[in-house]
């Protein structure tokens, strides 16, 4: 099964910035739609950022514009690079195959306070 570890999460003040990193323990990344989501307190998993195979992404309305994601096929790793962040997007966050379901790593926690 492969293993998902996720990392980069941190406390950060409103408006600041965070990368956030997926490394996968087998290489995923070059045929899959890649994605990463997010969990709030009380909330259920959503997914904010997906870049297929192709390279092509798409956002989630509330996050557009603000976040990036990206994906080195080589390094088996997902990037989420999350500016102008809002206290809002306080969240454990996870990365994920979109379409294959693996098992969900342990997150990192992303706390935007000031």
């Known amino acids: 099964q492969v293993r998902l570890v996720e990392s980069g999460g941190g406390l950060v003040q409103p408006g600041g910035s965070l990368r956030l990193s997926c490394v996968a323990s087998?290489?995923?990344?070059?045929?899959?739609?890649m994605g990463w989501y997010r969990q709030a307190p009380g909330k259920q998993r959503e997914l904010v950022a997906r870049?297929?195979?192709?390279?092509?992404?798409m956002y989630a309305d509330s996050v557009k514009g603000r976040f990036t994601i990206s994906r080195d096929n080589a390094q088996n790793t997902a990037y989420l690079q999350m500016n102008s962040l809002k206290p809002e997007d306080t969240a454990v966050y996870y990365c994920n195959a979109v379409y294959l379901g693996l098992n969900w790593g342990k997150g990192t926690l992303v706390t935007v306070s000031s």
């Open positions: 870049i297929s195979s192709g390279g092509s992404t």
């Open positions: 087998r290489s995923i990344f070059s045929f899959n739609t």
